[in-house]
């Protein structure tokens, strides 16, 4: 008996916790979602499921959701890439290697505000670098606006993001790169095989594990990214980059209407957990197999 | 004997009580971030605290960004201020939770005094009550550089038709002839809002609280806002106030409509006061006179124990004394205009080394200012969807209709009414 319980008690401290900084909260924002609270510190009443039926039937709820899905896989696919391509160099044995590893974390490690300001002015028509570095190279024939269009707004925040947070996966991919026997490589060069095949048949395979987690992490984070589009575009221009996540806080803080943010926020929690769900399944169906 | 040494003894306790009574202590929230305006702020403060030991007034900065969430929040929790700093329509946000004191004694007693600008005051009256003491004001200016207008061949720009040519010769070799933002953003609240004002088109109101949005003028203004935009750097509908002054400090724009560019063209520019312009806003043709949007920034009472509410009030009668107000204005010389008529002659601010320096451009940005208003604070009513208009930059998101996604004027002012329609029907 003592033995069954033992193992609840080692994780009821965290159970506590996590009871406490998640689960209070959002008992809380559900029990906000039922009233009709508009300002913050204002009393509301209690109005069901009203809230989410007006956030459901409202086209910028979905038009929220779909920008934050191309939001998710744009970011997906640019810091993969870049992150495999990196992480595929800085693997070779070459002079400054241990150099260029630390070096890579760099764009990681400075402040959200900074990575905006630095961003916001080479990509400015006064004075910035991009712009000119451009228009000389003869890709585009006068300054452009990078966040003036619908459609360059997105891919110039995705790109900015991903600038951002590719040395974390660069680094990912490292650590799963360097458990990959070299025997097996050895053995592949010894059978003919050439690099593409290597990476085909070995690295990329073993790495799978790796990129699974990645993904499931990758996109929890991206989905849950405010700072980056807030302090750059606000979800502008005329509304390309407003993602769940500047929804709900435009929703609570700018339309003065609580209930209506928590109610997004809440869809926003389980259409997360679903997926978390999902793809813990996933991983878990697939370490079976292994 | 015995009695008269027992009453000498209580009268010496009690004034021993009264020496050793706390002082009346004032929390002031205001949102002048930048260091300097916080040490300006401080050292107001340390001159009134020594002067008034019965009283402390501590400051405790905030941002705009977050005072709107963060006040009502701790108002709710008990740990508000006793002092708030605040423009209309948040005060309209304030008072929707009851947050906030009337002053229509104090604003009585001080207007007598100092004579408070009409529209100013104008903002903060609604309701049968005075609900902020005005502190300062800001208002939007035509920004330009005479040796470029000279060089042009141009005069200053009166009339729209008049700026357009303006603006289409200055956009040459490289140069923009006008910085004018599109971005959903305060800014171009702002920045259209100048337009609108000067088309007859100041009201957004019905006087039943209705949206009066969609109309000739408004369509009119879009229009002549839009035309100029285009010759705006291609960026400018992600600008905010600092990509404009830095596009005029760099001299990349020919023109630009801000608050004030004086410290930074002081700071990082030619710093010469003969060669800045500054004009009022041009209006439509069909039009005679300048208006312009105006920000009269004021002081809310939120404290509700009496003490502190007196305490308050003795603060901000010695805030606006002449002596002091002119060096509260100067904590951002060339940006906070006087709100009262002795302000707007007092020493304190006009000795200010740049208020000396650019006197003339001063001078035509408080003339500017008197010509305010404001949207949604124009009709003598104020209704509390108006909040949440400002909040969600309506009147920006409509331009960027045009802007961005190339619709009509006429077909972004009809989305905008019903929009501001849908705000209004939800509070």
Not at chain 1, 103 to 130: D, E, F, N
Not at chain 2, 58 to 75: H, I, L, R
Not at chain 2, 234 to 242: A, L
Not at chain 2, 396 to 408: K, M, R, Y
Request: net charge negative; charged share 15%.
């Amino acid at each position: 008996m003592r033995n069954a319980t033992l193992p609840f008690a080692f994780v009821a401290p965290a159970l506590v916790f996590l009871a406490a900084v998640l689960g209070w909260p959002l008992l809380q924002a559900v029990w906000l979602s039922l009233q009709d609270v508009g300002v913050i510190g204002s009393q509301g009443r209690f109005v069901g499921l009203a809230n989410y039926a007006a956030v459901l039937g409202d086209g910028r709820f979905w038009r929220a959701l779909l920008r934050s899905l191309v939001w998710v896989a744009g970011n997906a696919a640019v810091q993969t890439l870049a992150a495999l391509g990196a992480a595929l160099i800085l693997n070779q044995q070459f002079p400054g290697v241990r150099l260029a590893r630390t070096w890579i974390i760099l764009g990681w490690i400075v402040p959200t505000v900074v990575v905006v300001i630095i961003w916001r002015w080479l990509l400015s028509t006064s004075g910035g670098m991009i712009n000119p570095l451009l228009v000389q190279a003869g890709v585009i024939d006068r300054p452009v606006g990078f966040f003036a269009s619908r459609e360059s707004a997105m891919t110039t925040l995705i790109l900015i993001n991903s600038w951002r947070w590719f040395p974390f996966t660069t680094l990912m991919l490292l650590a799963g790169l360097t458990r990959i026997p070299g025997e097996l490589y050895e053995a592949a060069r010894i059978d003919g095989a050439g690099a593409v095949k290597r990476f085909t048949r070995i690295t990329w395979p073993l790495l799978q594990p790796t990129l699974l987690v990645l993904g499931v992490v990758g996109t929890l984070l991206s989905f849950n990214v405010f700072d980056v589009i807030w302090l750059l575009t606000a979800g502008g221009p005329a509304q390309a980059t407003q993602t769940l996540p500047v929804l709900i806080y435009e929703t609570a803080f700018k339309g003065y209407r609580l209930s209506e943010a928590a109610a997004v926020s809440v869809i926003t929690s389980l259409l997360l957990m679903a997926f978390a769900v999902a793809a813990t399944r996933a991983m878990a169906a697939d370490e079976a197999e292994r | 004997m015995k009695r008269l040494t027992f009453l000498a003894g209580l009268a010496a306790l009690l004034s021993a009580g009264t020496a050793l009574a706390e002082p009346v202590n004032l929390t002031l929230w205001h949102m002048e971030q930048p260091p300097h305006r916080v040490q300006r702020m401080q050292e107001l403060l340390d001159e009134f605290n020594k002067a008034n030991p019965d009283i402390v007034v501590k400051q405790e900065p905030q941002s705009w960004g977050e005072v709107y969430a963060k006040a009502p929040a701790a108002m709710s929790a008990g740990n508000g201020p006793d002092l708030l700093f605040t423009i209309p329509d948040f005060t309209t946000v304030m008072k929707g939770i009851d947050a906030v004191v009337p002053v229509d004694d104090l604003v009585k007693e001080l207007d007598a005094k100092h004579g408070f600008v009409p529209a100013t005051l104008a903002p903060y009256q609604y309701d049968d009550h005075v609900w902020a003491v005005p502190a300062y004001n800001m208002a939007i200016s035509l920004w330009y550089r005479n040796s470029a207008l000279k060089a042009a061949g141009i005069e200053v720009p009166k009339t729209w038709s008049e700026w357009k040519a303006a603006a289409e010769k200055l956009s040459a070799d490289g140069k923009y002839g006008i910085g004018l933002p599109a971005n959903k953003q305060l800014y171009t609240d702002q920045t259209v809002y100048s337009f609108m004002v000067n088309n007859g088109a100041a009201d957004i109101y019905k006087d039943d609280g209705s949206i009066d949005f969609d109309k000739p003028q408004t369509v009119a203004a879009y229009q002549a806002y839009a035309d100029l935009q285009k010759l705006s750097p291609p960026d400018s509908p992600s600008w905010t106030w600092g990509e404009a002054e830095a596009c005029f400090a760099s001299a990349s724009c020919g023109m630009i409509l801000q608050f004030t560019v004086i410290n930074t063209y002081d700071t990082q520019a030619e710093a010469d006061p003969a060669d800045l312009g500054v004009a009022p806003v041009p209006h439509a043709d069909d039009q005679v006179d300048s208006a312009t949007i105006s920000y009269s920034n004021a002081i809310m009472l939120t404290t509700k124990d009496a003490a502190k509410q007196e305490a308050a009030k003795k603060f901000l009668t010695w805030l606006l004394e002449p002596q002091t107000y002119g060096r509260f204005l100067t904590m951002e010389p060339g940006l906070f205009l006087p709100v009262t008529n002795d302000g707007a002659e007092a020493d304190s601010f006009w000795k200010d080394p740049v208020v000396t320096k650019y006197k003339s451009q001063v001078e035509t940005m408080v003339a500017n200012s008197k010509n305010g208003k404001l949207f949604g604070f124009t009709t003598g009513k104020v209704f509390p969807s108006i909040g949440a208009i400002s909040a969600q930059n309506v009147i920006a998101e409509t331009l960027q209709h045009i802007v961005v996604d190339g619709q009509s004027a006429a077909d972004a002012v009809k989305a905008g009414q019903a929009r501001m329609a849908e705000i209004t029907a939800k509070k």
